[in-house]
């Protein structure tokens, strides 16, 4: 089940799921560790003698942001529970605690006196083996703990704080459900401790007027010990619940603040989901500078594992959006999570000497991450990477330069990092073609000498170049400059399929032999955007017809596929529809029209690409992988930091050129 209304503060990260269940909670790191594990965290409501969980299927549920806000503002009504919900969720931005407002309204002409339950199932340090939970009489609270993690929950209404009402007991084991069932005829049971694998409920109980309102509040907070979270609890009290959502709903609309531009002539709902893209941006990046690909634990069913970790590629673009946007400070930390983090923990500093190369992928606290590449291949010894991840940063890194101008923040990246990393690329070339040496494709599916892997390489070595000349080592820098040339050259004699009169996707290889690869893929668009290729050039404007007639879905709801043929997770088998629609891909197109547009009317034709890409987000703005071609349901995980970072991105190449034409 996709997930929505993500909040979080870069150290505790919560995520619910399309029934309003918290189902990933994420601490001390975004990305790591999930202590729901994407168990449902539950909310129901008794009242005269009926009980209700809040799912979609009982409840209608409006799931949406407090604008421009990282505050939610999510509405239920039940088909006959005269009962109106109105929940706010925040965590707050400074201090790790997650708050829960809950405003019930009595539609009825009677007084009323409902019963909320919140529940939680918490699987301590991402297992469910040794957790305890108690109540507590000195705070009267429950308090879940094991090892080095606390979480402490409590309650509030106009007539009481503490937790009057509550449950513990044990979970999945023996035939047991959960203490949740025990919510479910509107008493719980009040055992005072539990241990092993255990969950909790608290009950709070509101006395509502005919047509009265009252308000309930939860809250959770989270340390590393009993007085940390016993603080945070008193942070809460003292400072009391509504004034902290306050406070939430005032810091996020200075944050956001930052993203104020012209538009020019961007349609408001574009203008709307560039503003909460920048937000969702925020919940995905670790305060230590890890950008996370998405962290939707429901993923786990392919094969036990998430896309929980930074792929340096989709953290450079993020990082160029968030710089161009105005959060540079984000950008930088990200830079140095790259240069100097990972590299710390690449297999390659003690295996390899000088490799200068970036690893597949990093977890959120710099080590390296799971991964599917081997390093042997026909008894060969061959790197598990993906060259253009280590391109691209080291573009990110030129185009913070560009955004900044801080050559004295810029200094500890170079030698220490690209130096080695462009020395790298220039020698992880072939000597019979010029291209980059095999490694894999970005979308991790094969290996082979790659279109987008050259032209990122181009990319990189370009900013390398800028970057050497800049400190005055103008040897590196013509040599970098050069190793750029060739590259193109390289890629004009090798990977140029005359016959289609377009580029083809890369060489790959099978039983010692090479073949060139011409299956249509939407990364090819990448030879403007990274490469420098002009796009009016007839080779490039040859290949972007090839990716438009050939990937664009002709039947369903539209949308640019990854290449033909793409099975991954495929929903549909048709001749119109080449695989599921990708945001990123369309949004790729997008930028394409923006690179080649010459007048205004040109640079409208990439608007209907931006707006189906914004169509295709939930109500929150949330943006995924890819979605069903006809249902336009989410499909694999959500939100996909990628896609709202390549969203925002594409919106500023926009502006950016309307300015510019404007000024002609």
């Given at each position: 089940?996709?997930?929505?209304?993500?909040?979080?503060?870069?150290?505790?990260?919560?995520?619910?799921?399309?029934?309003?269940?918290?189902?990933?909670?994420?601490?001390?790191?975004?990305?790591?560790?999930?202590?729901?594990?994407?168990?449902?965290?539950?909310?129901?409501?008794?009242?005269?003698?009926?009980?209700?969980?809040?799912?979609?299927?009982?409840?209608?549920?409006?799931?949406?942001?407090?604008?421009d806000?990282?505050?939610t503002?999510?509405?239920?009504?039940?088909?006959?529970?005269?009962?109106?919900?109105?929940?706010n969720?925040?965590?707050?931005?400074?201090?790790?605690?997650?708050?829960?407002?809950?405003?019930?309204?009595?539609?009825?002409?009677?007084?009323l006196?409902?019963?909320?339950?919140?529940?939680?199932?918490?699987?301590?340090l991402?297992?469910?083996?040794?957790d305890?939970?108690?109540?507590?009489?000195?705070?009267?609270?429950?308090?879940?703990?094991?090892?080095?993690?606390?979480?402490?929950?409590?309650?509030?209404?106009?007539?009481?704080?503490?937790v009057?009402q509550?449950?513990?007991?044990?979970?999945?084991?023996?035939?047991?459900?959960?203490?949740?069932?025990?919510?479910e005829?509107?008493?719980?049971?009040?055992?005072?401790?539990?241990?092993?694998?255990?969950?909790?409920?608290?009950g709070?109980?509101l006395?509502?007027?005919?047509?009265?309102?009252?308000?309930?509040?939860?809250?959770?907070?989270?340390?590393?010990?009993?007085r940390?979270?016993?603080?945070?609890?008193?942070?809460?009290?003292?400072?009391?619940?509504?004034?902290?959502?306050?406070?939430?709903?005032?810091?996020?609309?200075?944050?956001?603040?930052?993203?104020?531009?012209?538009?020019?002539?961007l349609?408001p709902?574009?203008?709307?989901?560039?503003?909460?893209?920048?937000?969702?941006?925020?919940?995905?990046?670790?305060?230590?500078?890890?950008?996370?690909?998405?962290?939707?634990?429901?993923?786990?069913?392919?094969?036990?594992?998430?896309?929980?970790?930074?792929?340096?590629?989709?953290?450079?673009?993020?990082?160029q959006?968030?710089?161009?946007?105005?959060?540079?400070?984000?950008?930088?930390?990200?830079?140095?999570?790259?240069?100097?983090?990972?590299?710390?923990?690449?297999?390659?500093?003690?295996?390899?000497?000088?490799?200068?190369?970036?690893?597949?992928?990093?977890?959120?606290?710099?080590?390296?991450?799971?991964?599917?590449?081997?390093?042997?291949?026909?008894?060969?010894?061959?790197f598990?990477?993906?060259?253009d991840?280590?391109?691209?940063?080291?573009?990110?890194?030129?185009?913070h330069?560009?955004?900044?101008?801080d050559?004295?923040?810029?200094?500890?990246?170079?030698?220490?990092?690209?130096?080695?990393?462009?020395?790298f690329?220039?020698?992880?070339?072939?000597?019979?073609?010029?291209?980059p040496?095999?490694?894999?494709?970005?979308?991790?599916?094969?290996?082979?000498?790659?279109?987008?892997?050259?032209?990122?390489?181009?990319?990189?070595?370009?900013?390398?170049?800028?970057?050497?000349?800049?400190?005055?080592?103008?040897?590196?820098?013509?040599a970098?400059?050069?190793?750029?040339?060739?590259?193109?050259?390289?890629?004009?004699?090798?990977?140029?399929?005359p016959?289609?009169r377009?580029?083809?996707?890369?060489?790959?290889?099978g039983?010692?032999?090479?073949?060139?690869?011409?299956?249509?893929?939407?990364?090819?668009?990448a030879?403007?955007?990274?490469?420098?290729?002009?796009?009016?050039?007839?080779?490039?404007?040859?290949?972007?017809r090839?990716?438009?007639?050939?990937?664009?879905?002709r039947?369903?709801?539209?949308?640019?596929?990854?290449?033909?043929?793409?099975?991954?997770?495929?929903?549909?088998?048709s001749?119109?529809?080449p695989?599921?629609?990708?945001?990123?891909?369309?949004?790729?197109?997008?930028?394409?029209?923006?690179?080649?547009a010459?007048?205004?009317?040109e640079?409208?034709?990439?608007l209907?690409?931006?707006?189906?890409?914004?169509?295709?987000?939930?109500?929150?703005?949330?943006?995924?992988?890819?979605?069903?071609?006809?249902?336009?349901?989410?499909?694999?995980?959500?939100?996909?930091?990628?896609?709202?970072?390549v969203?925002?991105?594409?919106?500023?190449?926009?502006?950016?050129?309307?300015?510019?034409l404007?000024?002609r």
């Amino acid at each position: 089940m996709p997930r929505d209304l993500p909040i979080g503060n870069g150290t505790v990260l919560a995520a619910f799921d399309l029934d309003y269940q918290i189902r990933d909670f994420y601490y001390p790191r975004v990305g790591k560790e999930n202590h729901a594990l994407g168990y449902p965290w539950r909310c129901g409501i008794w009242l005269d003698g009926e009980f209700s969980w809040l799912t979609r299927a009982q409840w209608e549920l409006q799931r949406n942001y407090v604008a421009d806000t990282l505050v939610t503002e999510v509405t239920a009504r039940h088909a006959r529970l005269p009962l109106r919900l109105v929940f706010n969720d925040v965590v707050d931005y400074e201090r790790n605690v997650l708050l829960r407002r809950v405003e019930v309204t009595n539609l009825s002409e009677r007084p009323l006196a409902p019963r909320l339950f919140f529940h939680t199932d918490l699987n301590v340090l991402e297992n469910e083996i040794g957790d305890t939970v108690f109540f507590d009489p000195k705070n009267t609270c429950l308090v879940h703990y094991k090892g080095p993690r606390y979480f402490l929950m409590s309650c509030a209404t106009a007539e009481a704080l503490g937790v009057m009402q509550f449950a513990t007991g044990n979970k999945r084991h023996h035939g047991l459900e959960g203490t949740w069932r025990d919510a479910e005829n509107g008493v719980l049971g009040g055992n005072a401790i539990s241990q092993g694998a255990v969950d909790s409920v608290i009950g709070l109980t509101l006395e509502l007027a005919p047509g009265g309102r009252a308000v309930g509040h939860y809250w959770l907070t989270v340390g590393e010990n009993y007085r940390q979270v016993e603080e945070l609890h008193n942070f809460v009290t003292q400072l009391g619940p509504d004034r902290i959502i306050e406070r939430n709903i005032d810091y996020w609309r200075h944050w956001i603040g930052a993203a104020e531009r012209d538009f020019h002539d961007l349609p408001p709902p574009l203008i709307e989901q560039y503003r909460r893209s920048l937000l969702i941006l925020r919940t995905q990046v670790d305060r230590g500078g890890a950008i996370i690909a998405a962290n939707d634990t429901d993923i786990r069913q392919f094969n036990q594992d998430t896309y929980s970790y930074m792929w340096p590629r989709d953290g450079a673009v993020v990082a160029q959006a968030l710089d161009r946007a105005g959060y540079g400070r984000m950008a930088r930390r990200f830079l140095e999570f790259c240069t100097q983090k990972a590299v710390k923990f690449n297999y390659s500093a003690s295996i390899l000497a000088d490799s200068g190369f970036l690893m597949h992928k990093y977890n959120p606290d710099g080590s390296v991450g799971s991964s599917w590449q081997p390093w042997l291949e026909d008894g060969e010894m061959v790197f598990p990477i993906q060259e253009d991840e280590t391109a691209l940063v080291i573009w990110a890194l030129w185009e913070h330069y560009m955004v900044h101008r801080d050559i004295e923040g810029l200094q500890p990246f170079y030698s220490p990092f690209v130096e080695q990393a462009a020395d790298f690329m220039l020698s992880f070339r072939d000597d019979k073609t010029g291209l980059p040496l095999p490694s894999w494709d970005l979308w991790e599916e094969r290996r082979g000498m790659f279109t987008y892997t050259a032209a990122t390489v181009i990319g990189g070595l370009n900013a390398a170049a800028r970057l050497a000349d800049l400190f005055q080592d103008q040897a590196r820098a013509a040599a970098y400059q050069a190793g750029a040339a060739e590259m193109r050259d390289a890629i004009e004699h090798h990977l140029y399929a005359p016959l289609e009169r377009r580029y083809a996707r890369g060489i790959v290889f099978g039983n010692g032999v090479s073949r060139l690869d011409t299956t249509v893929d939407a990364s090819l668009l990448a030879l403007v955007q990274f490469g420098g290729y002009d796009p009016h050039d007839e080779r490039i404007v040859n290949t972007v017809r090839a990716v438009e007639e050939r990937l664009w879905l002709r039947e369903g709801n539209g949308g640019l596929a990854r290449y033909e043929g793409d099975a991954y997770q495929r929903a549909v088998h048709s001749a119109g529809i080449p695989g599921n629609p990708w945001p990123v891909c369309t949004l790729w197109l997008a930028q394409y029209r923006i690179a080649a547009a010459r007048t205004h009317a040109e640079l409208a034709q990439a608007l209907p690409l931006l707006q189906w890409a914004a169509e295709r987000a939930l109500p929150s703005g949330v943006l995924p992988e890819q979605v069903h071609p006809e249902s336009g349901e989410f499909v694999s995980v959500s939100p996909l930091t990628w896609s709202h970072g390549v969203l925002v991105a594409t919106v500023l190449d926009y502006v950016d050129r309307a300015a510019g034409l404007a000024g002609r």
